[in-house]
DNA sequence: GGCCACATGTAAGCCGTTACATGATTTA
DNA sequence: TAAATCATGTAACGGCTTACATGTGGCC
Protein backbone atom coordinates (compact mmCIF):
# COMPACT_ATOMS: atom_id res chain seq x y z
CA UNK A 1 0.00 0.00 0.00
CA UNK A 2 1.28 3.14 -1.25
CA UNK A 3 1.63 6.03 1.43
CA UNK A 4 0.14 9.22 0.36
CA UNK A 5 1.00 12.48 0.95
CA UNK A 6 -1.17 14.12 3.43
CA UNK A 7 0.35 17.47 3.26
CA UNK A 8 -0.91 18.08 -0.30
CA UNK A 9 -4.17 17.33 0.81
CA UNK A 10 -4.21 20.05 4.03
CA UNK A 11 -2.47 22.48 1.66
CA UNK A 12 -5.50 21.97 -0.80
CA UNK A 13 -7.73 22.17 1.98
CA UNK A 14 -6.41 25.95 3.14
CA UNK A 15 -6.90 26.86 -0.21
CA UNK A 16 -10.19 25.91 -0.67
CA UNK A 17 -11.19 28.34 2.24
CA UNK A 18 -9.58 31.37 0.30
CA UNK A 19 -6.72 32.41 -1.57
CA UNK A 20 -3.11 32.01 0.79
CA UNK A 21 0.18 32.58 0.28
CA UNK A 22 2.49 29.61 1.53
CA UNK A 23 3.01 32.01 4.89
CA UNK A 24 -0.50 32.86 5.04
CA UNK A 25 -1.61 29.05 5.07
CA UNK A 26 1.30 28.36 8.27
CA UNK A 27 -0.23 30.89 9.93
CA UNK A 28 -3.69 30.04 9.85
CA UNK A 29 -2.84 26.05 10.80
CA UNK A 30 -1.29 27.61 13.68
CA UNK A 31 -4.43 29.14 14.33
CA UNK A 32 -6.77 26.80 13.58
CA UNK A 33 -5.74 23.32 13.28
CA UNK A 34 -2.16 23.34 15.91
CA UNK A 35 -3.32 20.99 18.02
CA UNK A 36 -3.87 18.18 14.95
CA UNK A 37 -2.09 19.15 12.26
CA UNK A 38 1.31 21.45 11.72
CA UNK A 39 3.54 21.86 8.53
CA UNK A 40 6.70 22.81 8.31
CA UNK A 41 8.91 25.05 5.70
CA UNK A 42 10.43 22.03 4.62
CA UNK A 43 6.71 20.84 3.43
CA UNK A 44 5.03 23.76 2.45
CA UNK A 45 6.84 25.83 -0.34
CA UNK A 46 8.45 22.50 -2.43
CA UNK A 47 4.52 20.92 -1.95
CA UNK A 48 3.52 24.26 -3.01
CA UNK A 49 5.85 24.23 -6.13
CA UNK A 50 4.24 20.69 -7.26
CA UNK A 51 0.87 21.63 -7.04
CA UNK A 52 1.39 24.09 -8.90
CA UNK A 53 3.00 22.42 -11.94
CA UNK A 54 0.42 19.46 -11.57
CA UNK A 55 -2.01 22.90 -12.41
CA UNK A 56 -3.97 21.69 -8.96
CA UNK A 57 -3.21 25.44 -7.61
CA UNK A 58 -2.72 28.82 -10.01
CA UNK A 59 -0.87 31.72 -8.39
CA UNK A 60 -3.08 34.50 -7.89
CA UNK A 61 -0.66 37.19 -7.18
CA UNK A 62 2.76 38.15 -7.00
CA UNK A 63 3.01 41.37 -4.83
CA UNK A 64 6.28 42.90 -4.44
CA UNK A 65 7.83 45.43 -2.31
CA UNK A 66 11.28 46.11 -2.72
CA UNK A 67 13.06 42.56 -2.94
CA UNK A 68 10.18 41.07 -0.45
CA UNK A 69 7.88 39.12 -2.77
CA UNK A 70 4.36 37.46 -1.81
CA UNK A 71 3.45 34.56 -3.59
CA UNK A 72 -0.39 33.87 -3.15
CA UNK A 73 -2.48 31.03 -4.69
CA UNK A 74 -5.80 30.01 -5.49
CA UNK A 75 -7.23 26.21 -5.38
CA UNK A 76 -8.05 25.39 -9.34
CA UNK A 77 -10.92 22.90 -10.04
CA UNK A 78 -8.52 20.17 -10.69
CA UNK A 79 -7.18 20.91 -7.17
CA UNK A 80 -10.57 20.90 -5.63
CA UNK A 81 -11.79 17.51 -7.09
CA UNK A 82 -8.50 16.17 -5.77
CA UNK A 83 -9.28 17.75 -2.35
CA UNK A 84 -12.63 15.94 -2.63
CA UNK A 85 -11.71 12.68 -3.87
CA UNK A 86 -9.55 12.15 -1.03
CA UNK A 87 -12.04 14.18 1.54
CA UNK A 88 -14.43 10.99 0.30
CA UNK A 89 -12.08 8.58 1.23
CA UNK A 90 -11.68 6.38 4.52
CA UNK A 91 -9.70 7.54 6.90
CA UNK A 92 -6.73 5.28 7.44
CA UNK A 93 -6.25 5.01 10.94
CA UNK A 94 -3.07 5.44 12.58
CA UNK A 95 -1.80 4.97 16.12
CA UNK A 96 0.23 7.98 16.85
CA UNK A 97 3.19 7.74 19.13
CA UNK A 98 2.59 8.96 22.87
CA UNK A 99 6.19 9.29 24.26
CA UNK A 100 4.47 10.45 27.85
CA UNK A 101 2.93 6.87 28.03
CA UNK A 102 6.31 4.77 27.07
CA UNK A 103 7.72 6.52 29.84
CA UNK A 104 4.92 5.57 32.11
CA UNK A 105 4.95 2.23 31.05
CA UNK A 106 8.40 1.63 32.12
CA UNK A 107 7.86 3.52 35.44
CA UNK A 108 8.68 0.91 37.59
CA UNK A 109 12.86 1.40 36.80
CA UNK A 110 12.80 4.99 38.08
CA UNK A 111 12.38 6.15 41.06
CA UNK A 112 7.77 7.16 41.50
CA UNK A 113 9.06 10.76 41.61
CA UNK A 114 9.93 11.00 38.31
CA UNK A 115 6.51 9.24 37.16
CA UNK A 116 4.56 11.92 39.33
CA UNK A 117 6.67 14.75 37.83
CA UNK A 118 5.95 13.89 34.11
CA UNK A 119 2.46 14.13 34.94
CA UNK A 120 2.14 17.50 36.71
CA UNK A 121 4.26 18.49 33.53
CA UNK A 122 1.68 16.60 31.20
CA UNK A 123 -1.07 18.40 33.39
CA UNK A 124 0.32 22.05 33.14
CA UNK A 125 0.58 21.85 29.50
CA UNK A 126 -3.14 20.67 29.18
CA UNK A 127 -4.74 23.54 31.23
CA UNK A 128 -2.75 26.19 28.98
CA UNK A 129 -3.94 24.38 26.15
CA UNK A 130 -7.44 24.61 27.56
CA UNK A 131 -7.13 28.22 27.79
CA UNK A 132 -6.15 28.15 24.45
CA UNK A 133 -9.10 26.00 22.74
CA UNK A 134 -11.24 28.55 25.12
CA UNK A 135 -9.86 31.85 23.18
CA UNK A 136 -10.48 30.08 19.68
CA UNK A 137 -14.22 29.28 20.61
CA UNK A 138 -14.16 33.03 21.60
CA UNK A 139 -12.50 34.47 18.22
CA UNK A 140 -15.32 31.91 16.79
CA UNK A 141 -17.75 33.65 18.56
CA UNK A 142 -22.12 33.59 16.45
CA UNK A 143 -20.31 33.74 13.22
CA UNK A 144 -21.76 30.48 11.13
CA UNK A 145 -20.05 30.22 7.91
CA UNK A 146 -20.00 26.93 6.32
CA UNK A 147 -16.63 25.94 7.52
CA UNK A 148 -16.69 27.54 11.08
CA UNK A 149 -18.85 25.02 12.18
CA UNK A 150 -16.31 21.85 10.87
CA UNK A 151 -13.64 24.34 12.72
CA UNK A 152 -15.41 23.90 15.70
CA UNK A 153 -16.16 20.30 16.05
CA UNK A 154 -12.80 19.60 15.94
CA UNK A 155 -12.23 22.32 18.73
CA UNK A 156 -14.87 20.41 20.71
CA UNK A 157 -13.24 17.14 20.05
CA UNK A 158 -9.80 18.37 21.61
CA UNK A 159 -11.29 20.12 23.91
CA UNK A 160 -13.12 16.47 25.04
CA UNK A 161 -9.78 14.85 25.22
CA UNK A 162 -8.18 17.67 27.45
CA UNK A 163 -10.46 17.33 30.11
CA UNK A 164 -10.63 13.81 29.69
CA UNK A 165 -6.88 13.72 30.39
CA UNK A 166 -6.96 15.76 33.13
CA UNK A 167 -9.37 13.72 34.69
CA UNK A 168 -6.85 11.16 34.71
CA UNK A 169 -4.03 13.11 35.89
CA UNK A 170 -5.91 13.60 38.84
CA UNK A 171 -6.47 9.58 39.35
CA UNK A 172 -2.67 8.79 38.50
CA UNK A 173 -1.56 10.96 40.81
CA UNK A 174 -3.49 9.66 43.67
CA UNK A 175 -2.44 6.21 42.86
CA UNK A 176 1.09 7.26 42.83
CA UNK A 177 0.27 8.94 46.07
CA UNK A 178 -1.14 6.23 47.84
CA UNK A 179 1.65 3.86 46.61
CA UNK A 180 4.00 6.39 47.84
CA UNK A 181 2.63 6.23 51.62
CA UNK A 182 2.21 2.24 51.50
CA UNK A 183 5.91 1.92 50.91
CA UNK A 184 7.07 4.91 53.13
CA UNK A 185 5.62 2.48 56.17
CA UNK B 1 18.43 19.65 18.63
CA UNK B 2 19.08 16.46 17.86
CA UNK B 3 16.18 14.33 17.22
CA UNK B 4 16.57 10.72 19.53
CA UNK B 5 15.75 7.53 17.97
CA UNK B 6 12.92 6.12 20.77
CA UNK B 7 13.07 3.02 19.70
CA UNK B 8 16.23 2.44 21.55
CA UNK B 9 14.24 3.12 24.23
CA UNK B 10 11.22 1.03 23.33
CA UNK B 11 14.01 -1.90 23.28
CA UNK B 12 15.82 -1.66 26.18
CA UNK B 13 12.45 -0.89 28.39
CA UNK B 14 10.87 -4.26 26.83
CA UNK B 15 14.24 -6.13 28.22
CA UNK B 16 14.44 -4.24 31.39
CA UNK B 17 11.05 -6.37 32.26
CA UNK B 18 12.90 -9.25 31.01
CA UNK B 19 15.15 -11.21 28.52
CA UNK B 20 13.03 -11.42 24.99
CA UNK B 21 13.75 -11.88 21.41
CA UNK B 22 13.57 -9.27 18.87
CA UNK B 23 9.96 -11.50 17.94
CA UNK B 24 9.01 -11.59 21.42
CA UNK B 25 9.27 -7.67 21.71
CA UNK B 26 7.66 -7.25 19.08
CA UNK B 27 4.55 -9.53 20.18
CA UNK B 28 4.71 -7.73 23.48
CA UNK B 29 4.55 -4.16 22.52
CA UNK B 30 1.35 -5.61 20.57
CA UNK B 31 0.01 -6.94 23.83
CA UNK B 32 0.03 -3.90 25.82
CA UNK B 33 1.44 -0.66 24.33
CA UNK B 34 -0.19 -1.13 20.81
CA UNK B 35 -2.58 1.78 21.53
CA UNK B 36 0.33 4.42 22.32
CA UNK B 37 3.49 2.86 21.06
CA UNK B 38 4.43 0.21 17.85
CA UNK B 39 7.35 -0.81 16.41
CA UNK B 40 7.86 -2.08 12.98
CA UNK B 41 10.45 -5.25 12.14
CA UNK B 42 12.26 -2.81 10.04
CA UNK B 43 13.69 -1.27 13.24
CA UNK B 44 13.58 -3.69 15.73
CA UNK B 45 16.29 -5.95 14.22
CA UNK B 46 18.80 -3.62 12.98
CA UNK B 47 18.54 -1.18 16.32
CA UNK B 48 18.64 -4.69 18.26
CA UNK B 49 21.97 -5.47 16.47
CA UNK B 50 23.11 -1.99 17.30
CA UNK B 51 22.38 -2.30 21.20
CA UNK B 52 24.78 -5.27 21.27
CA UNK B 53 27.31 -3.69 19.80
CA UNK B 54 27.25 -0.93 21.80
CA UNK B 55 26.99 -3.37 24.70
CA UNK B 56 23.45 -2.17 26.03
CA UNK B 57 22.20 -5.52 26.11
CA UNK B 58 23.63 -8.76 25.62
CA UNK B 59 23.27 -11.97 23.62
CA UNK B 60 21.49 -14.52 26.44
CA UNK B 61 21.25 -17.35 24.34
CA UNK B 62 21.18 -18.31 20.45
CA UNK B 63 18.57 -21.04 20.36
CA UNK B 64 18.35 -23.29 16.73
CA UNK B 65 16.46 -25.89 15.80
CA UNK B 66 17.07 -26.77 12.30
CA UNK B 67 17.64 -23.87 10.45
CA UNK B 68 15.61 -21.57 12.43
CA UNK B 69 17.11 -19.59 15.22
CA UNK B 70 16.07 -17.80 18.06
CA UNK B 71 18.43 -14.93 19.68
CA UNK B 72 17.34 -14.18 22.98
CA UNK B 73 18.82 -10.96 24.36
CA UNK B 74 19.38 -9.50 27.89
CA UNK B 75 19.86 -5.84 29.03
CA UNK B 76 23.16 -5.04 30.71
CA UNK B 77 23.71 -2.68 33.41
CA UNK B 78 25.03 0.18 30.60
CA UNK B 79 21.74 -0.67 28.80
CA UNK B 80 19.97 -0.05 31.72
CA UNK B 81 21.11 2.77 32.65
CA UNK B 82 21.09 4.41 29.55
CA UNK B 83 17.44 3.80 29.48
CA UNK B 84 17.07 5.86 33.06
CA UNK B 85 19.00 8.88 31.71
CA UNK B 86 16.26 8.83 28.75
CA UNK B 87 13.44 8.27 31.94
CA UNK B 88 14.05 11.26 34.01
CA UNK B 89 14.27 13.79 30.95
CA UNK B 90 11.51 15.64 30.31
CA UNK B 91 8.93 14.28 27.79
CA UNK B 92 8.68 15.94 24.91
CA UNK B 93 5.42 17.44 23.80
CA UNK B 94 4.71 16.20 20.17
CA UNK B 95 1.29 17.07 18.33
CA UNK B 96 0.39 13.87 16.71
CA UNK B 97 -1.34 14.35 13.82
CA UNK B 98 -5.15 13.16 13.09
CA UNK B 99 -6.36 12.40 9.65
CA UNK B 100 -10.00 12.27 10.51
CA UNK B 101 -10.16 15.73 12.21
CA UNK B 102 -8.22 17.28 9.12
CA UNK B 103 -10.89 15.80 6.74
CA UNK B 104 -13.69 17.14 9.34
CA UNK B 105 -12.15 20.84 9.42
CA UNK B 106 -12.62 20.50 5.32
CA UNK B 107 -16.17 18.93 5.92
CA UNK B 108 -17.49 21.64 4.12
CA UNK B 109 -15.94 21.30 1.25
CA UNK B 110 -18.21 17.93 0.59
CA UNK B 111 -21.45 16.34 1.57
CA UNK B 112 -22.73 16.33 5.15
CA UNK B 113 -22.67 12.59 4.48
CA UNK B 114 -19.08 11.78 4.09
CA UNK B 115 -18.47 13.72 7.39
CA UNK B 116 -21.47 11.61 9.06
CA UNK B 117 -19.90 8.60 7.35
CA UNK B 118 -16.23 9.30 8.89
CA UNK B 119 -17.57 9.59 12.19
CA UNK B 120 -19.45 6.73 12.32
CA UNK B 121 -16.40 4.45 11.15
CA UNK B 122 -14.55 6.44 13.68
CA UNK B 123 -17.47 5.48 16.58
CA UNK B 124 -17.14 1.66 15.20
CA UNK B 125 -13.23 1.39 15.56
CA UNK B 126 -13.72 2.94 19.48
CA UNK B 127 -16.12 0.85 20.88
CA UNK B 128 -13.59 -2.28 19.38
CA UNK B 129 -10.95 -0.76 21.17
CA UNK B 130 -12.85 -0.79 24.13
CA UNK B 131 -13.36 -3.77 24.02
CA UNK B 132 -9.89 -5.10 23.79
CA UNK B 133 -9.59 -2.50 26.89
CA UNK B 134 -11.28 -4.56 28.78
CA UNK B 135 -9.34 -7.70 27.79
CA UNK B 136 -6.50 -6.85 29.12
CA UNK B 137 -7.73 -4.97 32.16
CA UNK B 138 -8.97 -8.65 33.11
CA UNK B 139 -5.70 -10.68 31.70
CA UNK B 140 -3.74 -7.64 34.11
CA UNK B 141 -6.04 -9.11 37.14
CA UNK B 142 -4.96 -9.30 40.84
CA UNK B 143 -1.40 -9.77 40.10
CA UNK B 144 0.45 -6.20 41.25
CA UNK B 145 3.65 -7.24 39.96
CA UNK B 146 5.97 -3.80 40.10
CA UNK B 147 5.16 -2.45 36.20
CA UNK B 148 1.34 -4.11 36.04
CA UNK B 149 0.80 -0.94 37.63
CA UNK B 150 2.29 0.94 35.53
CA UNK B 151 0.61 -0.85 32.27
CA UNK B 152 -2.42 -0.51 34.21
CA UNK B 153 -2.26 3.49 34.40
CA UNK B 154 -1.49 3.50 30.39
CA UNK B 155 -4.55 1.32 30.05
CA UNK B 156 -6.49 4.11 31.66
CA UNK B 157 -5.65 6.53 30.06
CA UNK B 158 -6.52 4.41 26.82
CA UNK B 159 -10.22 4.06 28.26
CA UNK B 160 -10.51 7.54 29.15
CA UNK B 161 -9.42 8.83 26.18
CA UNK B 162 -11.71 6.30 24.11
CA UNK B 163 -15.04 7.13 26.48
CA UNK B 164 -14.21 10.85 26.02
CA UNK B 165 -13.77 10.59 22.26
CA UNK B 166 -17.04 8.66 22.25
CA UNK B 167 -18.88 10.85 23.59
CA UNK B 168 -18.14 13.94 21.21
CA UNK B 169 -18.86 11.39 18.47
CA UNK B 170 -22.31 11.08 19.91
CA UNK B 171 -22.73 15.28 20.07
CA UNK B 172 -21.00 15.74 16.71
CA UNK B 173 -23.75 13.40 15.00
CA UNK B 174 -26.64 14.98 16.90
CA UNK B 175 -25.38 18.05 15.43
CA UNK B 176 -24.58 16.91 11.47
CA UNK B 177 -28.08 15.61 12.21
CA UNK B 178 -29.84 18.82 12.96
CA UNK B 179 -27.81 20.77 10.01
CA UNK B 180 -29.35 18.38 7.87
CA UNK B 181 -32.90 18.48 9.29
CA UNK B 182 -32.66 22.90 8.55
CA UNK B 183 -31.44 22.46 5.20
CA UNK B 184 -33.99 20.12 3.96
CA UNK B 185 -36.95 22.38 4.83
C1' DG C 1 20.13 49.93 16.78
C1' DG C 2 18.09 45.64 17.79
C1' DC C 3 14.42 42.57 17.69
C1' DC C 4 10.49 40.55 15.82
C1' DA C 5 7.40 39.52 12.11
C1' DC C 6 7.22 38.99 7.23
C1' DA C 7 8.49 35.93 3.44
C1' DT C 8 10.42 32.20 0.53
C1' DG C 9 13.13 28.83 -0.22
C1' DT C 10 17.10 24.67 -0.07
C1' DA C 11 19.78 20.79 1.86
C1' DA C 12 20.90 17.22 5.01
C1' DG C 13 19.59 13.46 7.13
C1' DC C 14 17.01 10.72 10.29
C1' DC C 15 12.84 8.01 11.05
C1' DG C 16 9.90 4.70 9.93
C1' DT C 17 7.00 1.88 6.97
C1' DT C 18 6.47 -1.39 3.40
C1' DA C 19 7.83 -4.84 0.68
C1' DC C 20 10.91 -8.33 -0.18
C1' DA C 21 13.58 -12.61 1.01
C1' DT C 22 13.83 -17.05 3.28
C1' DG C 23 12.48 -20.99 5.44
C1' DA C 24 10.72 -24.13 9.45
C1' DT C 25 6.87 -25.78 12.24
C1' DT C 26 2.31 -26.36 13.67
C1' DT C 27 -2.57 -26.71 12.89
C1' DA C 28 -6.94 -27.23 10.47
C1' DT D 1 -1.82 -29.53 1.69
C1' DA D 2 -2.70 -24.98 2.59
C1' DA D 3 -2.52 -21.44 5.86
C1' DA D 4 -0.93 -19.32 9.92
C1' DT D 5 2.65 -18.59 13.06
C1' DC D 6 7.40 -18.57 14.24
C1' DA D 7 11.66 -16.08 13.24
C1' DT D 8 15.21 -12.93 11.43
C1' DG D 9 16.71 -9.98 8.53
C1' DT D 10 17.58 -6.28 4.21
C1' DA D 11 16.48 -2.64 0.83
C1' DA D 12 14.04 1.04 -1.01
C1' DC D 13 11.84 4.94 -0.46
C1' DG D 14 9.15 8.54 1.16
C1' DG D 15 7.94 11.79 4.86
C1' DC D 16 9.16 15.19 7.75
C1' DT D 17 11.96 18.01 10.73
C1' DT D 18 15.83 20.89 11.44
C1' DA D 19 19.01 23.93 10.20
C1' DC D 20 20.68 26.97 6.95
C1' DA D 21 20.35 30.99 3.76
C1' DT D 22 18.70 35.60 2.71
C1' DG D 23 16.71 39.93 3.04
C1' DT D 24 12.84 43.61 4.11
C1' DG D 25 9.91 46.45 7.04
C1' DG D 26 8.05 48.14 11.27
C1' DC D 27 8.25 49.11 16.08
C1' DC D 28 10.32 50.37 20.58
Sequence with gaps: MKR?????????GMLSHQPMSGYDIKKALHMSTQ???QESDGQIYP?????????????????????????????????????????????????PRNELLLKLFFGSVVPLEITQKHILEHQRQLKKR????????????DEKSPYQLYWQMTVEFGKQIVQAQLGWCQDALKLLKKIEQSKSQ
Tied chains: 1, 2.
Design 47 to 95: ILAELLKEKCITSLAIESQGSRTRKVYQISSKGLEELKDWLVQEVVPTI
Design 35 to 37: YFW
Design 130 to 141: LETYKKIDQGLG
Design 4 to 12: INKTRYALL
